[in-house]
Structure formats: C-alpha cells, structure tokens
C-alpha cells in the first residue's frame, strides 16, 4: 500500500474537520494516515472506471483509425522538410494519403472540465511496416481537450493507418471538486469502519451506509 504514491481526493485536515475525526482517531501515524486516504481514493476511481486524482506518466496503447471524412482528407499532400522541396511528401512516396489526424484520450474530465489540466504530453508513432517517431506537443493542432480528451494532430504528420500510438501523458483535477472531496470522505470512513467492525455499535457507523453514500456521489462520474 505505501507503494501507491496518490494526491487524495480529500486531505486528513478535511477527513477530521468533522464528525469523522472521532471515527479515524485511532489512524495516529503519518503513513497510516496516507495509506487510508489512497485505499480510499482509488476506491472512488475503481468505481468510476476513470482516473480522478491528479496523474503523471501514463501511458495508453491506441490503434490509429481511419481519418474523419469531414476533415480535409488530402492532407497526406502537404509536402515536408526537404522532400516538399522537391515537389513530394512522405505519405504519397509510400503510395499513401490517408494520414491520421485524431485520437481520443481514455482519461478526460467527466465534469468540471475547467478544473482539470493535461501535461507533459507525447506521442509516439510506431508504423506497421516499421520505424517510429515521436509527436511533440508543438506538433498538434489542438488538444488534449479537458472535456473530451480529443487530441488533434496537424495536417502533414506522417502517422499511416494501422499505426500504433503510444501516448504518455499526466492529467487530472487540478483543483478537486467539492463533490468528489466529499465522496472521498465517505469513502475514507467506510474503510475506517470496516476495520474497526467489533466496534461497530458503539461509534454507530455503518460502513456499506458510508460507502453507499460515497457511491452516490460517484455516480455523476462512471464511464
């Protein structure tokens, strides 16, 4: 558990400004208290199927498809480097136009998209028929979108179809929702009531009560 390096939907400051200080009082340690606070973070991310608390060094795996129809499909013409010079490009020297422009982030904000933020975004480009290259962030168009997770690559990159896409990238809410601090509350002392179950009559908390609660709020941000 103390492997799981997580910022926390909620801080210890806010778990026990209330009348959870009295049910986590026996969480005394430092690391204790970490470990509960990421049990609980996770927890509300499983739930969800998506990632909430911010991120550094993902990395997702994407097959690239088919260019939009509405988009300017000729972009595989635009010459490059010292090959445009020369009156030809990449793309059609392969007997090829049909270059990727788009791509689709797994992790994006389901709600709140202004408090949420993408960084150190990079994309590598690995073609069927071999060789690959990297896609910097000055190389796209637009994106990644926080509502959407819509990145858009600029007319001319050389990114074939059937081309695998390796995107590493950090993101998350910079600054935490109420909705999900208090989801990751309820969450924190579900756990903390299950644990102290023999002790379950006399603090009067019901765990899957807690839980049920923190589910509820969980719901606006399912996949």
């Not at 020369?86 to 990727?100: D, E």
């Not at 994106?143 to 600029?154: A, K, N, R, S, Y």
């Not at 990238?169 to 102290?196: D, F, H, N």
Request: charged share 20%; with cysteine; aromatic share 10%.
């Amino acid at each position: 558990m103390a492997g799981d390096s997580v910022a926390p939907l909620c801080t210890w400051a806010q778990l026990t400004e209330g009348p959870f200080s009295d049910l986590v009082r026996s969480w005394t340690s430092t690391q204790a208290q970490t470990d509960l606070l990421a049990e609980a973070t996770r927890e509300c991310e499983e739930h969800c199927d998506r990632r909430l608390a911010p991120f550094t060094g993902l990395i997702e795996s994407h097959r690239a498809e088919g260019i939009d129809p509405d988009e300017y499909v000729d972009s595989g013409a635009m010459p490059l480097d010292l090959a445009g010079s020369l009156g030809r490009n990449w793309a059609a020297s392969f007997g090829s136009t049909a270059m990727i422009r788009r791509v689709h982030l797994s992790e994006y904000a389901p709600r709140y998209p202004e408090l949420w933020a993408y960084s150190d975004v990079t994309v590598q480009v690995v073609r069927s028929y071999g060789g690959s290259e990297t896609v910097l962030p000055g190389n796209l168009t637009l994106g990644p979108q926080p509502d959407t997770g819509f990145l858009w690559f600029q007319l001319g990159q050389f990114i074939p179809e059937a081309s695998e896409l390796v995107i590493t990238y950090g993101g998350g809410y910079q600054t935490m929702p109420a909705s999900l601090v208090r989801a990751g509350k309820y969450m924190a002392a579900s756990i903390a009531a299950t644990e102290l179950d023999p002790l379950l009559q006399q603090h009067g908390h019901d765990p899957d009560f807690l839980r049920s609660k923190a589910e509820d709020i969980l719901e606006r941000y399912v996949r």
